[in-house]
């Protein structure tokens, strides 16, 4: 038996769930911590002042907002040819070793790097290839 699209196109019985609607599982169980919110949320804060630490940290990740990555900030030259990119590794090496940057931070400025390299590349290797064709059709 071959298995295929489970309905045909245009079925319009066959769409699922809409989009943004809920399971009524989780309708459920929203509406059921709406109606105690308050009173689970005092317990929650009387258990953390009574030193419970799940409690603590619950009160405090609601609290504080969650911490986001610092900003990198690296003297890169305008990348528009294979050695410009070259140039732009190389510094970022340099202020890997220096300490100015984490190895974390270095790995993910790399990775962006290494994909506009790589199309750099593309576009260079598409020019060189459109002046063969050109040259080559010139003399035939």
Request: aromatic share 4%.
């Amino acid at each position: 038996m071959k298995r295929g699209r489970p309905f045909e196109p245009g079925n319009r019985f066959g769409r699922g769930r809409t989009k943004g609607s809920r399971n009524k599982a989780t309708a459920e169980a929203l509406a059921l911590f709406y109606e105690y919110k308050d009173p689970l949320i005092k317990k929650c804060i009387a258990r953390a002042l009574e030193g419970e630490v799940r409690a603590l940290a619950l009160c405090i990740e609601r609290i504080l907002p969650p911490l986001r990555e610092p900003t990198v900030r690296l003297r890169m030259p305008k990348l528009e040819k294979l050695k410009d990119a070259q140039l732009a590794l190389q510094r970022l090496v340099e202020n890997l070793g220096k300490g100015n940057i984490t190895p974390q931070e270095a790995e993910k400025v790399h990775g962006i790097l290494a994909d506009i390299r790589d199309h750099i590349e593309a576009g260079e290797i598409d020019d060189r290839l459109t002046a063969l064709e050109k040259r080559a059709h010139e003399r035939e």
